[in-house]
């Protein structure tokens, strides 16, 4: 049964600092994998598509990394903001006819203090 | 429309008593997922309609959850008889084909059971 860790749990940073959330999965069989972010009571908002296949992407200041054979993934966010504080989660999905079912860990709740 | 739809945004309820949670996906898309999330977890998956068939209700806890998608685009799920331990947030998110991709998510549907 895939199990999806993230590490660390919380985490509290001055602003502008560069940092890194890890996230890891216990079946590397997987079809590709997301970041999304959360905010305090709302949905989430989908930050990167890695695909299987895939080593990284980028979007602005945010980078993923995928490491499918060691089970890992990393978010790297460069010079922090306070408005990057929210709690971001990182999901893996099985295979490719299980569309959209995904198996999720419990979050890094970030904070940027100005 | 522009973005998934999640009616209600807040529902209390009493032990024992029916609630429908609606989802209206965003417009084209043929998937849609339904996740349940507790505080401090991440979602966990339900299920997943492709069109209007249950693709893969796997995640669905017990009898007393039960979804549709008559006309393959709004869904309701439905939670027979609740109990105290269905509070949670319920999301819904859709995604342009059944193909792993990218999920968009609603804002939720938080379901207190007194």
């Known amino acids: 049964k895939q199990e999806v860790t993230q590490i660390p749990a919380a985490l509290s940073v001055p602003e502008g600092e560069n940092l890194v959330l890890n996230c890891s999965f216990t079946d590397s069989a997987i079809y590709n994998l997301q970041w999304f972010r959360q905010d305090p009571g709302k949905g989430l908002t989908s930050l990167l598509l890695i695909q299987s296949s895939q080593r990284e992407q980028t979007s602005g200041r945010l980078n993923a990394s995928l490491d499918k054979s060691s089970g890992r993934s990393t978010l790297y966010i460069a010079a922090s903001q306070p408005g990057d504080s929210a709690t971001y989660l990182c999901a893996v999905g099985g295979a490719y006819n299980q569309g959209g079912k995904l198996i999720f860990g419990q979050g890094t709740e970030l904070s940027v203090k100005p | 429309g522009a973005g998934v739809s999640q009616t209600p945004s807040n529902k209390v309820t009493e032990k024992g008593k029916y609630v429908e949670l609606r989802c209206d996906p965003i417009s084209g898309h043929t998937a849609l997922y339904w996740y349940r999330q507790s505080l401090g977890q991440g979602p966990e998956f339900l299920i997943y309609?492709?069109?209007?068939?249950?693709?893969?209700d796997s995640g669905l806890p017990n009898d007393r959850f039960f979804a549709v998608r008559p006309e393959g685009s709004v869904s309701t799920l439905k939670i027979q008889r609740t109990e105290r331990g269905d509070s949670a947030v319920y999301l819904c998110?859709?995604?342009?084909?059944?193909?792993?991709?990218?999920?968009?998510f609603g804002e939720g549907s938080r379901l207190t059971v007194l």
């Open positions: 998110a859709s995604s342009l084909t059944g193909v792993a991709g990218e999920l968009f």
């Open positions: 309609f492709q069109g209007t068939g249950a693709a893969d």
